[in-house]
């Protein structure tokens, strides 16, 4: 199961545009898009001429099909906005428009490792802590919360599950939170942030011991809200509610030995659901594997199960899959 296409050929187009040229489109990625081309690079061994040819040439062909309208969309959103809405009803929209385009001080937290993020916080109020968090990739604010306290954890993790959206007086006491530790900027967006859905999500990514946890806190102050929170979960085991076209395309994405740790620690159901859905001798390899495979730690298991689940996600994101919503008949 080979790395993704796409993140293989912006590797060797970055090798073969140089140190300098290379380093200015880093400049404009995210953090979790330099760690996947940063490592895709350094796993990129020898490529051959036409190679090299075949993707640059490639990559001359889509920019140049690219029609840049507009130096800075977000700049002529506003402009345009503004000028048919008026400044008052403009900025109500621009805010959902442009959700998270600009969060200030917060994208530095983004590149920092989630101990650090978390030292900062761990005196910071609840509230304060919930609305930084709700900013934050998922599976990083998932890895803050695991470095809080129990306590700690559940507060916030409750305020993020009750959270229907940032108010400019939350907003305030957040800038004034990010001058202090993070030297940030003037301004963060009002955003749409927060909700049950979230909370799950960050849940999903703490791993069984501290999500039985952090459920149990919030069920201790409110049984319904905890409830909807595990409604909207989607862990391991429900992998097997996918249909056989879903299983198969996860397959795809999957490596093999991700495929065999996390299988280590699944139910007999859900392992022949995944081997059902190989061909013949893929199947038996995969068993064999498994056979031979010694004891493990959960928590190497838990981690390729996480990988796993992730991929589900983003599938399902994407459209590829469909994963039934939890309590009622939405899909997502």
């Known amino acids: 199961m080979a790395q993704d296409q796409g993140l293989e050929d912006a590797a060797i187009l970055m090798m073969s545009l140089g140190e300098a040229e290379a380093s200015e489109v880093f400049k404009h990625l995210s953090p979790k898009e330099v760690q996947k081309l940063g490592e895709a690079i350094a796993k990129t061994g020898s490529v051959s001429r036409d190679r090299v040819d075949e993707i640059v040439s490639k990559f001359t062909g889509v920019a140049a099909s690219q029609s840049l309208l507009v130096s800075d969309s977000g700049d002529y959103v506003r402009s345009v906005l503004k000028r048919a809405l008026g400044d008052d ?31 900062l916080l761990r005196n910071e109020h609840p509230q304060i802590v919930a609305a930084i968090l709700v900013h934050l990739d998922y599976d990083q604010a998932a890895d803050v919360l695991k470095q809080l306290a129990e306590r700690q954890r559940g507060e916030v993790m409750l305020r993020i599950a009750t959270m229907e959206g940032i108010q400019p007086s939350a907003l305030k006491d957040l800038n004034e939170v990010l001058y202090k530790v993070l030297a940030g900027g003037d301004k963060v967006r009002k955003a749409s942030l927060g909700g049950i859905k979230t909370a799950a999500e960050m849940i999903n990514l703490m791993g069984t ?58 139910q007999p159901e859900l392992k022949e659901k995944f081997l059902a859905n190989m061909s013949s001798r893929a199947a ?49």
């Not at 909807?228 to 490596?255: G, H, P, T, W, Y």
């Not at 995969?286 to 990988?307: H, I, Y």
Request: net charge negative; hydrophobic share 45%; aromatic share 2%.
């Open 89 to 119: 009803k403009a900025a109500l929209l621009i805010d959902r428009i442009l959700q998270g385009g600009d969060v200030s001080g917060i994208e530095s937290l983004k590149w920092m490792d989630p101990q650090s993020v978390a030292e």
């Open 209 to 266: 011991a501290i999500e039985s946890t952090v459920i149990e806190s919030i069920r201790n102050h409110d049984p319904d809200l905890a409830q909807k929170i595990m409604d909207k979960m989607f862990v391991f085991d429900d992998v097997i509610k996918l249909d056989d076209k879903s299983i198969q395309m996860v397959l795809k994405e999957v490596a093999s030995d991700t495929l065999i740790v996390a299988l280590k620690g699944a």
């Open 284 to 332: 038996e390899t995969l068993r064999e594997d498994l056979e031979s495979r010694g004891p493990m730690r959960l928590s190497e298991v838990e981690a390729q199960q996480k990988e796993i689940l992730k991929t589900v996600r983003r599938l399902a994101d994407e459209g590829t899959i469909v994963i039934g919503g939890g309590g009622d008949d939405a899909m997502v």
